[in-house]
């Protein structure tokens, strides 16, 4: 079923994967009519990742708290919104487990906020991203589906899943139209400097110990951003109102083996000896619940679709790489020479 929405409000649009999703659209979707940003503007939200945007009149930026319900209300009904696309959300682990109430606040009480507009306002369609970490860890064997029951072993992956039930019940109970996703590890350029591959690639620029959890063995699915932002279009556009639909990169990978692929690509790029760059990687004490294994099988979304995700990961890693070099502020502190 083709759906007719022409019309969207972005929440955490200035962020890594949100602002991907807008990018693509503008560029690629030609049914796309008006995509409004609303972002807080926090330490994860960046304005110059939406800089290509600024003068498409399709677009635009209203900095502003997704938990004001009387903001949001008045941009749908002004902007004639007919879907909420929701990003907005702490996203760190390490932070999560720091102070866990700010997850709290945003993850849940903001998607909480949205839902009441959409209660008020029940033409709106509304498509929640959340993430594959509700799932809690996989042992060495087996995949996360949309029937895998939640087990979330996080501040931050409790979070998502007690926003995922929100949206769940909200859908029941008042009869709302919502679409869900969960998404394994994003990549690519414009990531928060936060994240392992850019945090990685900081240190390599900086000569910097690369810090590793553990021995490394922990396992992610790796997704480039911009096949995570086509299957978020594919889903708006053909997805079922009331289904979940999860999204994996289909590349399994563990920690120190991403960054050995990290250290040889910047090596080639950059000409700098990937031997010396190995010597800087320091084993940190394991994050407090470390899960082991995250993977996801995204079967659903390729056979009622047509989704695939395009970039394996020596393509992707290389368009990265390649990025932040040419991008060394990104990532890099300014007042260090090297960068």
């Known amino acids: ?22 990018r693509y659209g503008l560029k690629q979707i030609g049914f796309c009519e008006k995509i409004v940003n609303l972002d807080l503007l926090t330490y994860a939200g960046n304005l110059k990742n939406l800089l290509d945007s600024d003068g498409d009149p399709r677009y635009q930026f209203v900095q502003g708290d997704i938990r004001n319900e009387r903001l949001v209300d008045a941009l749908c009904r002004e902007h004639d919104i007919e879907a909420i696309v929701h990003f907005a959300a702490e996203t760190h682990v390490d932070r999560s487990i720091e102070g866990p109430r700010s997850f709290y606040d945003t993850n849940v009480g903001g998607t909480l906020s949205l839902l009441e507009v959409v209660r008020a306002l029940p033409h709106i369609h509304f498509h929640h991203i959340s993430t594959d970490e509700v799932y809690g860890s996989l042992s060495g064997a087996g995949f996360f589906s949309e029937t895998s029951p939640y087990q979330p072993n996080s501040p931050y992956a409790a979070s998502k899943a007690a926003s995922d039930h929100f949206v769940k019940a909200y859908a029941h109970t008042y009869g709302l139209s919502v679409t869900m996703s969960h998404c394994t590890n994003n990549y690519g350029p414009f990531q928060n400097k936060e994240k392992f591959i850019p945090r990685m690639l900081s240190s390599c620029m900086q000569k910097l110990p690369l810090p590793v959890f553990g021995k490394g063995i922990n396992v992610r699915d790796w997704l480039f951003v911009d096949d995570h932002a086509e299957a978020l279009w594919l889903i708006l556009e053909k997805g079922e109102s009331g289904e979940i639909y999860d999204i994996g990169g289909e590349c399994e990978k563990r920690n120190i083996d991403v960054v050995h692929l990290l250290i040889d690509e910047f090596a080639e790029l950059s000409g700098q000896d990937a031997k010396e760059l190995r010597k800087l990687i320091a084993f940190v004490p394991d994050r407090p619940g470390h899960d082991l294994r995250y993977a996801i099988d995204c079967s659903k979304i390729k056979m009622e679709l047509g989704w695939r995700p395009l970039h394996d990961f020596s393509l992707g890693i290389r368009k990265t790489v390649a990025w932040y070099l040419e991008h060394p502020d990104w990532i890099c502190k300014r007042r260090e020479a090297v960068c």
Do not use: C, E, Y
């Open 1 to 22: 079923m083709l759906h007719k929405r022409k019309r969207f409000l972005v929440t955490g649009g200035a962020g890594f994967i949100g602002s991907a999703f807008i």
